[in-house]
């Protein structure tokens, strides 16, 4: 059973940033696709940005240029750094695994963890 762990949520005001991240203890964890995820109340989970095993990374739009994600295949976790942060991006987020496939739909993955709430206020 594969258990990630998020943290690094909070409030933040607009134009701000946050840095979160995602425990994934794994003696596989470099062979992993990762992912992070965002569902804001009454909307569909969305895929934010993704990493794969040769850390290459795939954004939505809507971050592109302001989101990072990164991955130290040394130290275990998965960051997902945020900048310039809009009342959009409040969400519950989540980080995902998968160890056949990755990317920005969430069906492609099958380890969540329980979610960090960001909320950025005007």
């Known amino acids: 059973q594969v258990q990630l762990v998020e943290s690094g949520g909070g409030s933040v005001q607009a134009g701000g940033s946050l840095r979160l991240s995602c425990s994934f203890p794994?003696?596989?964890?470099?062979?992993?696709?990762l992912g992070w995820f965002r569902q804001a109340p009454g909307k569909e989970r969305e895929g934010v940005a993704a990493i794969d095993r040769d850390f290459k990374t795939t954004y939505a739009s809507s971050v592109q240029g302001r989101f990072t994600i990164s991955r130290d295949n040394s130290k275990n976790p998965v960051y997902l750094q945020m900048n310039s942060l809009t009342p959009e991006d409040t969400a519950m987020y989540y980080c995902?695994?998968?160890?056949?496939?990755?990317?920005?739909?969430?069906?492609?993955?099958?380890?969540w963890g329980q979610g960090t709430q960001v909320t950025v206020s005007s």
């Open positions: 794994s003696w596989r964890y470099g062979r992993y696709y």
């Open positions: 995902a695994a998968d160890y056949e496939r990755g990317g920005l739909a969430a069906r492609d993955y099958s380890y």
